[in-house]
T-cell receptor, first 110, second 112 residues
Framework: RKEVEQDPGPFNVPEGATVAFNCTYS??????FFWYRQDCRKEPKLLMS???SGNEDGRFTAQLNRASQYISLLIRDSKLSDSATYLC???????????FGTGTRLQVTL | DTAVSQTPKYLVTQMGNDKSIKCEQN?????MYWYKQDSKKFLKIMFS???????INETVPNRFSPKSPDKAHLNLHINSLELGDSAVYFC???????????FGEGSWLTVV
């Protein structure tokens, strides 16, 4: 089993739609969790951290389910500019070794 | 000012050559990394340095040799390049906690 697994997509959604991505991780002792965004031919950038209680940043909501070992990202009112690959990232017990999922590609269309 | 800068951005070279990629960060971070992103977009850590000390060395051929002259620089030297080395190499840095990583723009290496 991969350490971090994501559905690669692509998810093709119209503008204004709500879309959700899930990600599962294998190490139950993982300490921290993040979503990164990577645009085509660009570097990954931190989108948001994921906290146990769930957290929201504008149109983006991240949630963590430790019991089932998955995290989710919900994007409301999708914009064309949201088109990118969303990387699920997990920090296992060993510090300084973030583990990246292969990413879920989102394409928002008119 | 670019926080994590790496050069060159594009590199096309022949098999068997030796090449280097340089990286510098001006964020004052203690930890620096090299990641490799292959054609399937899988981003995998290669090396991690903390204050010039190697702390993570994943299963990487010994043709790849990182060098950290100081905590703001982490260079990657590759000997005897092979076709399979073609990928995007990202340098990154983070505070000691390692929870938020800042990436450079990537170096697109093509071996022909």
């Amino acid at each position: 089993r991969k350490e971090v697994e994501q559905d690669p997509g692509p998810f093709n959604v119209p503008e204004g739609a709500t879309v959700a991505f899930n990600c599962t991780y294998s190490n139950s002792a993982s300490q921290s969790f993040f979503w990164y965004r990577q645009d085509c031919r660009k570097e990954p950038k931190l989108l948001m951290s994921v906290y146990s209680s769930g957290n929201e940043d504008g149109r983006f909501t991240a949630q963590l389910n430790r019991a089932s070992q998955y995290i989710s990202l919900l994007i409301r009112d999708s914009k064309l500019s949201d088109s990118a690959t969303y990387l699920c990232v997990v920090n296992p017990v060993t510090a300084s070794k973030l583990t990246f999922g292969t990413g879920t590609r989102l394409q928002v269309t008119l | 000012d670019t926080a994590v800068s790496q050069t060159p951005k594009y590199l096309v070279t022949q098999m068997g050559n030796d090449k280097s990629i340089k990286c510098e960060q001006n964020l004052g971070h203690d930890t620096m990394y090299w990641y490799k992103q292959d054609s399937k977009k899988f981003l995998k850590i290669m090396f991690s340095y903390n204050n010039k000390e190697l702390i993570i060395n994943e299963t990487v051929p010994n043709r790849f040799s990182p060098k950290s002259p100081d905590k703001a620089h982490l260079n990657l030297h590759i000997n005897s390049l092979e076709l399979g080395d073609s990928a995007v190499y990202f340098c990154a840095s983070s505070p000691l906690s390692g929870n938020t990583i800042y990436f450079g723009e990537g170096s697109w290496l093509t071996v022909v």
